[in-house]
């Protein structure tokens, strides 16, 4: 059976992480999260993949070249018009009924062979979920899809819908048909099957996270990691204790006194410490530079990032090329943040640095604070306000 | 030069020989052909790319096959002059990749005892020879007939009444064996091949060589029987995709951001404030240096023109840059100086002959390349791998860059050796190292500037490059690209050799880019920029992006972000190749295949 | 009738000794698992072989040749890449006509090949207990009706050995074949479909070894050195005890003070003691050392390696051209006595063994005093620096200061 990944959106909620690529490329564990679905559909019983791809689609396209496990073809939705939308442009590619999932949901390889052993013609994977309000709640009547109501205003039901769907290959007319009348969402589309008598089987699934805002990131990230084959490669000094599941990519050294408990992902080319510690659940990308006696902990740390010594990082993301000079810290925490107009309140995050900024010595973060890419950070500052892209603070 | 392939083994020869053939393309397109023996030659060849030979071509059997791609070197691009060629009887095919210097000598020799030839090239000559001389043993045919031959030649020749056999000969052209099970394989190149078999034999100068679908058997100028061990070839060739690119090149460029990062690797620690290569290159390093000389050829020459300031500027050595195809023939070679030589591919036969003659005049020889197991880096006394993946675009781009980077770590190694520079500087230069991803990233991230400025600048007739010191051979190399691939007329010159002849060509029909940085010839650049300005053309200046004088005297500006006076040449060049790549492309020219150009060049 | 074997396969689960050899040249008392299948066809009474390879093909063509060392002849296919039993034994129509096919990396017994020469279009089959991990047959009669794939509720207790009687009708469903759910083209799937037109009889078989892990080659080593006769070809000093079935090498020495107890094997060119342990179940290869307070039990140490000075190996594989330093030992028994657990490319798998050392790939070198603790699985060229304690799972090319 084929499978139809969504992956034209730019995923603008996710900002500033998506401006030099798509949300599914955002790495957890040190890989997109679209190499992990990747990953979980190789063995379900999915032959082959249609990506479609939109918004800055040479960096998906670039990373997968290599990619053997599974066929996959590409199509491109020029403009990002809804994901009924994206959809319809893969219908050249199918023959008969297929698998559809939006290319961030991160869904386990069982709940896959689930959908596909279904025999309904129509059927979606729901999700009990503590906070379903955030989706789309989904009512059921003997097992069978009622209603999807999108991000209710009350606290109503328990499921929401992953958006992952089984469908037959007439689906796309009926896509063109709702169209026509100005609906351009899939859920929409579903929605209005139903009105037309169409029998929608739901199939509960086992593990799924989806990736809305960047805090989600640190979230994600903590649940892939348990996956992560731990084994070490590169060059270890004396003197270095690992705890747990560790990875340690080829050509990494780490210094002598670094204190490393798993689950820890660390990539190639890195140089950790000496006298470095780094605590559950992290990553750390390609040729990234963590000095001595500094100290993270569930953090994203991406590629070619460098971190200065005496810092002290938590519940964090750097992205890629941000240098942090010496003594940096961040104080996890409570913070209500505000995310393309709406306000979201968040426990326990830290700070969310985008590409290639630089932040000069002894600057503190406090929690939730969102900095953009390139930005200029003078030293011994105190960031309490989120800093746009290109920004420089002196 | 030329590709060409021979085969003989349980599958079908055709198919397999045009999939071998594929991927030698990059070293000659101009027209392709193949040879099947079965019964007879059965002969098919056309001008153009092989897929355009691969349309004509019918359901052929057979199990022995030579086949051929093009670039002409003597003779027009015709069908006719296509390889293979065909002796008078009809019964010898062959496939050459080289130049027979004495083919017209032997060709008026041929003709008088009545042999009929249907090409110009010299390449015939050589199946109407082995005809001559052919008394029923093809090997001993080959051997004679080669006996007579002045130049160079890799060769492949199968004879229809020996259909069991395929012959190959080499002579300054590269030739290799592939060793398969129930079949074996000649080519040019080892990727060819190596999708079936991963072991070959390499054939040295002047050897002979025959296979049957089950042995190989290689012969001595002597034609004596010499023994030859197989090596296995570790490196896996993909074929590299475009993903989302619209072209190699482009694809290549962009690579950049990342193979700036990959030529560091196993190199440098910041955290041990070191540089380190291969043993083999340390010791050549700490050795005593007093006179480095780099040799290359095309783009490389320009990267090692670069080298040359970044390490007279480390180390005070002085250092002589040299076009290989003259220093092979003229170049000093003093005994124990230091030899750099600067090749992609490692097979540039000008490059290789300057290796040979160092090596002979006792020279120490440091080669770097980016192709793992090619002859320059079993021929040198130590190498160092620019690590960029493989380069299919024939301009080159992401090597330049990786070339450069590796001069400046050799650059910073010596002068660290000979204590003109201490651990501080090792270290604020590695820093700069491990920025240069984010810097080549923002200079891509130009891109839609540079093809508006491109839009400006495509009808030009000619277009001038300028630099001061270090920014000179980037002015060469940024003309070079744009006369690559969208045959523009474009030169570079030092910015203070204008006025000493050049001027004389301005007009406005003919933009001048002149890369003006912050350095201690800033103002004589702005100088230059006016007195061509007072001339017509239109000035595009590559500046920092922290230069604003520059709009005062320049008409478009491009800026590129640097935190390092010597490393800021990375950033620059990159803007460069894009500005290449737009024109080329807004003029609708074949970007990864330029006209009459092959990427590893092995002819002289 | 010509013998083919299957030799292409990685054998990625026999991490890290497959790094650098293909599966069907791990030994197995000092012979590599083809060369045990090769002299039991011999011995069925095969005399052409083809051997289909791909992966470091060239350590199955230096070892094995064209045959003349064991009388016989070997042609060789090249696979190219792996894409598949269906696609391995397709290669080579042009040479067979009735033929039989067989994995390389298990071990069949000479009654087993015998029987299958005999029957046109059969397969071979076996009980077995963990069903879970191989595809199971269904048969009615001693014909096959179905092989199934992988299942996580098996039909039958019956799996398929590995071992097929063809002849040139299965090129054509081979050419029909599609490619699986795994992305290869399998031969299951090609006999599946030839059922439907031709019957194939099952052939039940007794002797079968099937290497999955790293461990079952310490398993096999085992059951094959239980039927080794007594055969010394080295020098014995005096003062040396060899007890019970021990073969020696020749050009081996054995040193005073050497304490051989069978069944162990030891290959040519190689020296043993003085004053050292080998204990039952040991293979030793050619030009190995075990020196002076080493102590040696149910391991299998491959050509060229060195167990030197002060060394305790147990329950272990050592690749070829390691070296242990001095004081270097394993452990391989947990302090709480629970089942060892292993880390193999990265996941966990319960070895069910309480006795398990380290698996090491060729040529690491160990400094002195270093120490493996249980179920460690060494890449190839590591190397530890002295005292460094290791566990886990260690990637090739590393290094441990």
């Not at chain 1, 991000?151 to 896509?175: A, V």
Request: glycine share 8%; with cysteine; charged share 25%.
């Amino acid at each position: 059976m084929k499978a139809v990944i969504l992956a034209a959106g730019e995923g603008k909620r996710l900002r500033p992480f998506t401006e030099t690529m798509p949300k599914v490329m955002l790495p957890v564990a040190n890989k997109p999260v679209l190499e992990h679905v990747l990953d979980a559909l190789k063995n379900s019983g999915i032959t082959e993949i249609i990506l479609v791809v939109g918004y800055k689609k040479e960096v998906i396209m670039d990373y997968f070249k290599d990619y053997k496990e599974i066929k996959i073809t590409y199509v491109v939705q020029d403009k990002q018009l809804g994901t009924a939308h994206a959809l319809s442009k893969a219908e050249n590619h199918i023959n008969s009924s297929f698998i559809v999932i939006p290319g961030d949901n991160i869904i386990d390889r069982k709940s896959i062979a689930k959908l596909i052993q279904d025999t309904s013609e129509y059927c979606i994977l729901i999700k009990e979920h503590p906070q379903p309000s955030k989706y789309g709640v989904v009512f059921i009547k003997d097992g069978k899809l009622k209603e999807i109501v999108e991000k209710p205003s009350e606290e109503i039901g328990r499921f929401i819908s992953t958006g992952i769907y089984k469908l037959p290959k007439t689906i796309f007319k009926d896509i063109e048909n709702f169209r026509l009348q100005g609906i351009y969402d899939l859920s929409s589309v579903i929605q209005n099957l139903i009105k037309q008598e169409k029998i929608i089987n739901t199939i509960l699934a086992d593990s799924w996270m989806d990736i809305v805002y960047p805090w989600d990131l640190i979230h994600v990230n903590e649940n892939m990691i348990r996956d992560v084959k731990s084994t070490i490669g590169g060059i270890i000094e004396k003197g270095v204790i690992t705890k747990g599941d560790v990875l340690i990519g080829k050509e990494t050294k780490i210094h002598s006194g670094c204190y490393i408990i798993g689950p820890v992902v660390i990539g190639e080319g890195c140089e950790i410490g000496p006298n470095a510690c780094i605590f559950p659940s992290t990553t750390i990308g390609n040729n990234s530079i963590i000095n001595p006696f500094t100290e993270i902990r569930n953090s994203v740390v991406m590629d070619d990032v460098h971190i200065g010594s005496n810092s002290f990082i938590t519940h964090s993301i750097i992205a890629r090329g941000t240098i942090l000079r010496n003594h940096f810290s961040n104080i996890p925490g409570e913070n209500t943040l505000e995310i393309e107009g709406e306000y979201k309140k968040v426990k326990n995050i830290g700070v969310m640095i985008g590409e290639d900024c630089t932040i000069e010595s002894q600057v503190v973060a406090e929690p939730g604070i969102i900095i953009g890419r390139k930005c200029k950070i003078a030293p011994l500052k105190r960031l309490n306000k989120n800093i746009p892209s290109e920004s420089k603070v002196m | 030069m030329c590709g060409i392939i021979g085969y003989i083994g349980f599958r079908n020869a055709k198919e397999v020989g045009i999939d071998c053939l594929k991927r030698l393309e990059y070293r000659g397109y101009d027209s392709a052909g193949i040879s099947v023996i079965d019964k007879i030659q059965q002969v098919y060849k056309e001008v153009g790319e092989i897929k355009e030979l691969e349309k004509k071509l019918p359901d052929i059997k057979g199990n022995i096959s030579i086949n051929h791609t093009r670039w002409a070197t003597t003779g027009g691009v015709t069908k006719e002059n296509a390889h293979p060629h065909l002796s008078t009887n009809k019964k010898i095919a062959i496939v050459h990749n080289g130049i027979i210097e004495n083919f017209r000598k032997l060709k008026e020799q041929l003709i008088a005892k009545g042999y009929k030839f249907t090409s110009q090239t010299d390449s015939e000559v050589l199946a109407h020879l082995i005809e001559d001389n052919y008394k029923g043993d093809l090997e001993k045919a080959v051997f004679n007939a080669l006996k007579q031959v002045e130049g160079y030649y890799a060769i492949v020749v199968t004879s229809s009444d020996e259909p069991d056999k395929i012959v190959g000969a080499r002579k300054d052209s590269p030739l290799v064996i592939g060793v398969g099970d129930n079949e074996n394989f000649l080519a040019s190149d080892i990727p060819a091949f190596l999708k079936y078999t991963n072991r070959v034999i390499y054939l040295n100068d002047g050897e002979l060589c025959s296979l049957t679908d089950k042995d190989v058997k290689v012969f001595d100028s002597n034609n004596n029987v010499v023994e030859r061990n197989e090596d296995i070839i570790k490196w896996d060739f993909k074929d590299a995709e475009k993903s989302g690119f619209p072209h190699f090149m482009l694809k290549e460029i962009f690579d950049q951001k990342d193979t700036v990062a990959y030529v560091l690797r196993g190199r440098i620690s910041e955290i041990d404030r070191k540089i380190e290569f291969h043993e083999k290159v340390e010791n050549l390093l700490k050795s005593e240096l007093d006179f480095i000389n780099i040799v290359a050829c095309g783009t490389s020459y320009y990267a090692g023109l670069v080298g040359k300031y970044l390490i007279e500027k480390l180390t005070g050595i002085s250092v002589v840059v040299d076009l290989a195809s003259e220093y092979r023939y003229f170049g000093p070679k003093k005994e124990n100086s230091f030899v750099i030589l600067i090749t992609q591919s490692g097979e540039t036969l000008d490059t290789l002959a300057a290796l040979k003659e160092a090596k002979a005049s006792g020279c120490k020889t440091l080669v770097i390349t980016n192709v793992i197991g090619s002859s320059a880096t079993r021929l040198s006394d130590s190498y160092v791998l620019t690590q960029s993946g493989p380069e299919i675009g024939v301009a080159a781009t992401k090597t330049f860059t990786a070339q450069v980077i590796t001069l400046f770590l050799i650059g910073l190694k010596i002068a660290f050796n000979q204590n003109k520079i201490g651990f501080d500087e090792v270290s604020k230069n590695i820093l700069e190292l491990k920025e240069l991803p984010k810097i080549v990233r923002d200079a891509l991230e130009k891109s839609p500037t540079i093809l508006e400025i491109a839009k400006q600048i495509k009808h030009a007739k000619s277009v001038f490059f300028i630099g001061r010191g270090i920014n000179y051979p980037l002015a060469l190399e940024g003309a070079l690209k744009l006369k690559e691939i969208s045959y523009i007329h474009a030169e570079g010159f030092a910015a203070g050799e204008l006025k000493h002849g050049p001027f004389a060509l301005l007009t406005e029909t003919t933009p001048v880019v002149a890369i003006a940085t912050k350095d201690s010839t800033y103002d004589k650049i702005l100088a230059n920029i006016g007195e061509v300005k007072a001339r017509g053309p239109t000035v595009l200046a590559i500046a920092d992006d922290a230069d604003t004088e520059i709009e005062k005297h320049a008409d478009l500006v491009l800026r590129y972000t640097s935190h390092s006076e010597l490393l800021s040449c990375i950033p620059i060049i990159v803007i460069l190749q894009l500005l290449a790549y737009h024109v080329a492309n807004l003029n609708g020219c074949s970007i990864d295949k330029p006209r009459n150009l092959a990427k590893s060049v092995t002819v002289e | 009738m010509k013998c083919v074997i299957l030799a292409a396969g990685e054998g990625k689960r026999v991490h890290p000794l497959t790094y650098t050899r293909p599966k069907v040249m791990l030994p197995i008392a000092n012979k590599p698992i083809l060369e045990w299948n090769l002299k039991n066809a011999i011995d069925a009474g095969f005399k052409e072989f083809i051997f289909v390879v791909a992966y470091k093909s060239e350590m199955v063509r230096n070892y094995f040749g064209n045959g003349d060392k064991w009388g016989i002849k070997i042609g060789y296919i090249n696979q190219g890449q792996a894409l598949g039993t269906a696609h391995a034994i397709g290669m080579v129509e042009k040479f067979v006509n009735d033929f039989i096919v067989l994995s390389g990396d298990t071990i069949f017994g000479k009654q087993e090949i015998k029987a299958i020469a005999k029957n046109k279009n059969c397969i071979g089959i076996i009980k077995a207990e963990n069903l879970k991990d191989y595809g199971t047959v269904e048969i009615k009669d001693k014909n096959i009706l179905k092989i199934h794939e992988k299942m996580e509720n098996p039909v039958t207790n019956i799996i398929n050995a590995g071992i097929y009687h063809f002849d040139k009708k299965i090129f054509d469903y081979i050419r029909k074949t599609k490619k699986s759910i795994r992305g290869e083209y399998e031969i299951t799937d090609s006999i599946n479909m030839m059922l439907n037109d031709i019957s194939l009889v099952s052939i039940l078989l007794k002797e079968w070894k099937d290497i999955v892990y790293p461990w079952h080659l310490l398993d096999a080593n085992e059951e094959i050195l239980k039927k080794i006769v007594k055969k010394i070809k080295g020098n014995i000093e005096k003062n040396t005890t060899i007890k019970g079935n021990v073969v020696i090498g020749k050009n081996t020495t054995i040193r005073a003070g050497a304490y051989i107890e069978g069944p162990v094997i030891i290959g040519e060119n190689s020296k043993i003691g003085p004053n050292c342990y080998i204990r039952p179940y040991t293979s030793i290869g050619n030009n190995c050392h075990v020196g002076n307070a080493c102590e040696v039990k149910n391991s299998i140490i491959m050509d060229g390696t060195n167990v030197p000075h002060q060394n305790y190996v147990g329950d272990s594989i050592l690749g070829q051209y390691c070296n242990l330093g001095a004081g270097t030992k394993v452990a391989n028994l947990r302090l709480d006595k629970k089942n060892i657990t292993i880390l193999l490319n990265g996941e966990k798998v319960d070895t069910k063994r309480r006795k398990l050392g380290i698996i090491m790939g060729d040529n690491v070198q160990t400094g002195i005093n270093s120490m493996m603790n249980v179920g460690t699985c060494v890449g190839n060229n590591v190397f530890l620096g002295p005292g460094v304690v290791l566990s886990g799972e260690i990637q090739p090319f590393s290094k441990f200061l």
